[in-house]
Every structure is written in structure tokens, then in C-alpha cells.
């Protein structure tokens, strides 16, 4: 069984209720998970921890104000990931041009800096799902199986 931090952006609530939706899946698989949406520096210390970043997209494929302070640790002060497991959920919309660039970016930065992601990033496209918190605990179901 491992732990898991979600790490969450959101502008509008729904990457929240998917991350709270993934974390009653891995909790239910014995997985002990914390919901992450105000990071701060120092939270990325338990380097057995697995670090879910689940994140929406705004602007033109920008990233929600409140997962800003996890990019700019991540590119500022070159935390030691290598080897860190990790995962991502990306939800966007792709009637935007930048579709999901969001979770791109932060998935480039994590693996930049020796992550290994864990599976296939979820990518959840609003345009095509009523029920994003759904889908994710059907990712989350498999994904479990993999930590
Ligand atoms: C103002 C605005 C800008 C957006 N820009 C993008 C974008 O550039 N790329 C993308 O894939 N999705 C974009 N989206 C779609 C959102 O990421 C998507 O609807 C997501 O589910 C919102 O989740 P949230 O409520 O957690 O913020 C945008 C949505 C809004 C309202």
C-alpha cells in the first residue's frame, strides 16, 4: 500500500472534486491519500510518498493560480524527485488551442527532474464527459493496481 499526495489545481472546483472522487477510489484500495490544493514548500519531503498532481487548465493552457507555488518550487529550487513516483489527471477542454497544456507542463517539470510517472496521464476533455469525477475513479481503480 503506498501514500499518496494529491496535488490539485483548480479555478473552478471540478479538478477539487475529482481529486476528493480519486482519493474515496485509492482509500478504498488501502491506499492512505492527503488532498493537496494549497502547496507550500516543504510538502514534497516524504520522498516514499507518490504524488498524484491532478489539475484543470485556464487561460490559453495556463495553470490554476493555486498549483502556480508547486511549478515555481519545482523550477526554482530543483527538489529532489529522482526516482519520485508520480501521476497525473489533466482535465481540459479541447474547443481551447492549448488542450490540456496544463498537466503537460507540470508532468515535463516533475520528469525533468527525475520523477518516473506511474501509467498513462487520465486526460479529461469537458467537452466529452458529464461526469469527471467518474471517469477519474475508474482511472483511479486501474492506477491503484500499479502502486
Ligand atoms: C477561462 C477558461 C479558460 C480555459 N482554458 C483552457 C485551455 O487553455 N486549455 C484547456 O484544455 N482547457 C481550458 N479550459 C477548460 C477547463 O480546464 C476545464 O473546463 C476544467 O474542467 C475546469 O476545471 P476546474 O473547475 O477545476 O478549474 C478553460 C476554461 C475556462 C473557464
Known amino acids: 500500500m503506498a501514500a499518496v499526495q494529491i496535488i490539485v489545481g483548480s479555478v473552478s472546483g471540478t479538478a477539487l472534486e475529482v481529486a476528493e472522487a480519486v482519493a474515496d477510489t485509492l482509500t478504498a484500495h488501502g491506499h492512505q491519500v492527503r488532498i493537496n490544493a494549497r502547496f507550500q ?3 514534497l519531503q516524504d520522498a516514499q510518498e507518490v504524488l498524484l498532481i491532478c489539475t484543470s487548465n485556464t487561460g490559453m ?5 493555486n498549483i502556480v507555488p508547486f511549478y ?5 529550487d530543483y527538489p529532489a524527485l529522482a526516482g519520485r513516483r508520480y501521476g497525473v489527471i489533466n482535465l481540459g477542454d479541447s474547443s481551447f488551442p492549448n488542450f490540456a ?22 486526460v479529461i476533455d469537458s467537452i466529452f ?3 469527471p469525477a467518474s471517469d477519474a475513479s ?10
Open 41 to 43: 514548500k516543504g510538502d
Open 61 to 65: 493552457g495556463d495553470l490554476p493560480m
Open 72 to 76: 515555481e518550487h519545482l523550477k526554482n
Open 101 to 122: 497544456q496544463a498537466g503537460k507542463t507540470l508532468d515535463e517539470a516533475v520528469a525533468d527532474l527525475g520523477a518516473v510517472r506511474i501509467g498513462e496521464p487520465l
Open 129 to 131: 464527459t458529464n461526469d
Open 138 to 147: 475508474d482511472w483511479a481503480n486501474e492506477w491503484s493496481t500499479l502502486l
